[in-house]
């Protein structure tokens, strides 16, 4: 019987510990296992972020083995290789889908039936795998896809805009990596167009202007990991948004990666696209407008994807 207050966290690296602090802090579960291969370092992570119990949320904080995931109503695998400064998140491919192998049929044979959050890079490659690995329905099995980098857009549009970024309304979709692309059509601040916005702030927005932050959206990761070596804190807020979404059954939209069934005219892979998330994981994943040069960058993207799954034998 799944316990609707209980997760587990694969993986206790910077990225896995991250999650688990960010977790803490909203107070969603009543218990959080952390497993990782070395068992110490699970059993450190969890030692220290019970210490700040007493200052949040009541919960319960442990490190643990797969055998402690059964029951779990959610499941946040990060573990895996780690991107290194000149690598790509394809380049981790072979490494981690064979992780992914060990782990997975490790998360099934406990009987697990809850909602399986891949966080792993290149995020929408193992996503499909842990998806056709465990054999769990497709709406419970998701990546944290495209939700980072959305918040990155949404941020350096605000402060171009001088404007909240909570009241910007734009999306990255596609994979989540060089292949990624921004909805600028459908862009708006509280509503109000993105062009007209910037009209009525007396702000440039030119082809220049929106390329140039596109660019830096899709390439912060990179800058990150070159100045410190690798990113977390980003993720782990996206990854608390995501897991508040569905725990609390909220119906929130956000571009998580998910298996496509024809969404788009796409299938066989999973990418980014907003999609609606509540208690079942993907209640469903939006078909929406696109320009056509949006739509063919995201066919662009998919075909990247598919050609990468085409060579695991999944």
């Not at 490190?63 to 998140?89: F, H």
């Not at 990150?224 to 508040?244: E, F, L, N, P």
């Amino acid at each position: 019987m799944i316990q609707t207050r209980k997760a587990a966290i694969i993986g206790c690296g910077y990225v896995g510990s991250a999650i688990a602090f960010r977790l803490m802090q909203q107070g969603l579960f009543s218990e959080l296992i952390l497993i990782d291969v070395n068992q110490e370092k699970a059993e450190g992570e969890a030692m220290d972020l019970s210490h700040g119990l007493p200052y949040t949320a009541s919960m319960q904080i442990r490190a643990g083995t797969y055998a402690d995931v059964g029951d779990c109503a959610m499941v946040i695998l990060t573990a895996g290789a780690n991107q290194k400064p000149g690598e790509s998140r394809t380049d981790l491919i072979g490494k981690n889908v064979a992780i992914l192998r060990n782990i997975i049929p490790q998360i099934t044979d406990s009987g697990f039936q809850g909602i399986l959050l891949v966080v792993s890079n290149p995020v929408d490659v193992l996503t499909y795998a842990a998806w056709r690995i465990s054999h769990l329905p497709a709406h419970r099995v998701l990546g944290s896809g495209t939700v980072l980098d959305t918040a990155r857009l949404k941020y350096l549009l605000g402060r171009r805009l001088g404007a909240d970024s909570r009241n910007i309304h734009a999306a990255i979709i596609g994979e989540h990596g060089d292949s990624e692309l921004a909805v600028w059509s459908s862009a708006n601040v509280s509503s109000i167009q993105l062009g007209e916005f910037c009209r009525l702030q007396g702000i440039e927005n030119d082809q220049q202007v929106t390329e140039r932050i596109y660019r830096e959206v899709r390439d912060s990761a990179y800058e990150i990991i070159r100045r410190k070596g690798a990113t977390y804190y980003g993720i782990a807020m996206a990854v608390g948004r995501i897991a508040q979404s569905i725990m609390l059954d909220e119906g929130s939209i956000l571009p998580v990666s998910a298996v496509l069934q024809g969404e788009c005219g796409l299938s066989g892979l999973c990418l980014s696209l907003p999609s609606i998330l509540g208690e079942r994981g993907v209640e469903r994943v939006l078909d929406i407008p696109l320009s056509p040069e949006e739509r063919a960058a995201l066919d662009t993207s998919a075909q990247g994807i598919k050609g990468i799954i085409s060579t695991l034998k999944l």
